[in-house]
């Protein structure tokens, strides 16, 4: 199907003909082939905000003022004018940032002069259009760890998620966490559905939480220190027969230290870590005899590294199984910059059954491997989306997957899954390229490689003057519009905007 490049011809074969069973996404992609950016407005007239990304189903804009205490939704629209004779200039007033988007409200997040919107946090739920956003104060970090927080995390004085409908800017709910620390920077899968899971990676505890249609964020369970709902009243009915069994003895002459029940147990999520790591190491040896030494050079020598691992990060790979990361207490601090130098483990955890049903180091081949095969898991917010039948990556593109392949062959041999695990190339994704000199990007087509398509320049038509001015560059595609956005940002500047669109 599709013999002709023609748009026309590829217009008329789908009216006559149908494609083979299964291919119907494959060929309406193709018809991109020809909808491409065609022409560049340089140098556009856009207002100073900081732009965050399109949503999913391309109906809205995200952005934030530059002192992120605003949010400010656009609603993208298409350029339209008239023009006589055959020469067809573009008219000067539709050089404007508003000529292609339509403000629809702007909304204050951050109500206090020290809480600012965290511009890398944004979820969006398709079918009701919510948007949730994250507001926090500044990170603390000396912190006391008090009320069983771990030793050497920070702390936000205050972190508040907001679930707001995009359709008409109306803030319905909001879930306040105190003295806590959540991390911000990442937030790939932790939306599945109508469930959204919060990492409290001061206190280890993942809050799972339900986004109702009515507009309010439910607490459904809480895991960490408990795994099932009645583990706590379980503990303190049995702490309180402790008690009294003490007193009893006490009471007969037998004095007994009363034991703080904080003391003697670990956390659930940890005691089923444990527990899986120790029922794999007993049973992969098939020769009894030689079972005591490998459980004491694998287990045992180890064991404390084990209950040392905190839990960095969360992500759904369904509604009932959680990917969770554990890593150092010093690893977690410097997660964003640097958690290659410092190991780490994912462990898939059954929140029904609270089981761990698998355990992997951040550099086993048999992870990588998983991921290779099945990567759309890794990022998925829902099986039931339209859009992701459209996104290309490397389990179900050749070409994404050969692009995976030269990346793992330039690679050192330990290679870490992290350096994988990054969202596929979706139309609504925002690519930020922090501080690079000029360059451009050219689009070419897969089934013939050297035909050029389109290119984006970012930066001044003529070129930048000064080539050594360091400028932070983004880019902003639409998911289905032949639109783009290329950003360019300097220090002490206001931002420089070139839009790419079809003619």
């Excluded at 509604?319 to 994912?346: C, M, N, T, W």
């Excluded at 392949?405 to 992290?418: F, G, H, W």
Aim: charged share 20%.
């Amino acid at each position: 199907m599709f013999r002709n490049s023609n748009i026309t011809a590829r217009l008329f074969d789908r009216q006559i003909s149908a494609p083979a069973p299964g291919t119907s996404v494959n060929c309406n992609r193709r018809f991109y082939e020809n909808l491409v950016p065609s022409h560049t407005i340089y140098d556009v007239e856009c207002p100073d905000l900081s732009f965050c990304k399109f949503t999913h189903d391309g109906r809205y804009l995200i952005t934030f003022s530059r002192n992120h205490q605003d949010l400010i939704v656009y609603r993208p629209t298409w350029l339209s004018y008239s023009c006589e004779g055959e020469v067809c200039d573009l008219p000067s007033k539709a050089r404007r940032f508003e000529s292609f988007f339509t403000q629809l409200y702007s909304v204050t997040l951050a109500s206090s002069g020290t809480d600012v919107i965290c511009k890398e946090f944004f979820l969006y739920m398709e079918g009701n259009q919510f948007g949730i956003f994250a507001t926090s104060t500044t990170q603390i970090q000396d912190t006391p760890a008090i009320g069983g927080a771990i030793q050497g995390v920070p702390s936000f004085e205050r972190i508040a998620f907001h679930l707001l409908r995009l359709e008409d800017g109306i803030v319905l709910d909001e879930k306040v966490f105190q003295n806590d620390y959540v991390n911000l920077n990442h937030d790939m899968g932790v939306l599945y559905d109508d469930l959204l899971a919060i990492v409290s990676i001061r206190y280890q505890r993942i809050q799972i939480l339900q986004i109702r249609e009515s507009g309010h964020l439910v607490d459904v369970r809480a895991l960490g220190a408990f795994c099932y709902e009645d583990d706590e009243l379980f503990l303190n009915s049995s702490s309180q027969c402790m008690h009294q069994l003490s007193e009893n003895h006490a009471e007969n002459g037998l004095h007994a230290n009363q034991p703080n029940p904080d003391s003697l147990f670990l956390s659930g999520i940890k005691q089923r870590l444990l527990s899986f790591i120790f029922r794999g190491i007993w049973n992969e040896e098939v020769d009894r005899s030689q079972t005591v030494q490998s459980m004491k050079k694998k287990f045992y020598f180890h064991f404390q590294d084990y209950v040392d691992l905190i839990i960095w990060k969360v992500q759904f790979l369904d509604r009932h199984h959680l990917l969770i990361k554990f890593g150092s207490v010093e690893g977690v601090l410097q997660y964003s910059r640097s958690a290659d130098h410092h190991p780490s483990f994912f462990a898939v955890y059954n929140m029904e059954t609270t089981e761990v049903v698998a355990f992997y180091p951040n550099s086993a081949y048999e992870l990588c491997g998983l991921f290779e095969q099945f990567g759309d898991h890794f990022y998925s917010a829902s099986r039931n989306l339209l859009h992701l039948k459209f996104i290309s990556s490397h389990s179900n593109n050749i070409h994404a997957s050969d692009q995976l392949r030269i990346v793992k062959n330039k690679a050192s041999s330990s290679l870490q899954v992290e350096s994988l695990l990054c969202p596929p190339l979706s139309a609504s994704a925002a690519i930020h390229l922090t501080f690079c000199l000029i360059f451009m990007l050219l689009w070419f087509l897969i089934r013939q490689p050297s035909v050029l398509k389109f290119k984006i320049k970012p930066g001044p038509e003529a070129g930048n003057v000064d080539n050594r001015t360091r400028k932070a560059s983004s880019f902003l595609f639409h998911p289905f519009l032949p639109l783009a956005l290329s950003i360019q940002q300097s220090m002490h500047f206001p931002p420089s905007m070139n839009i790419h669109y079809r003619q």
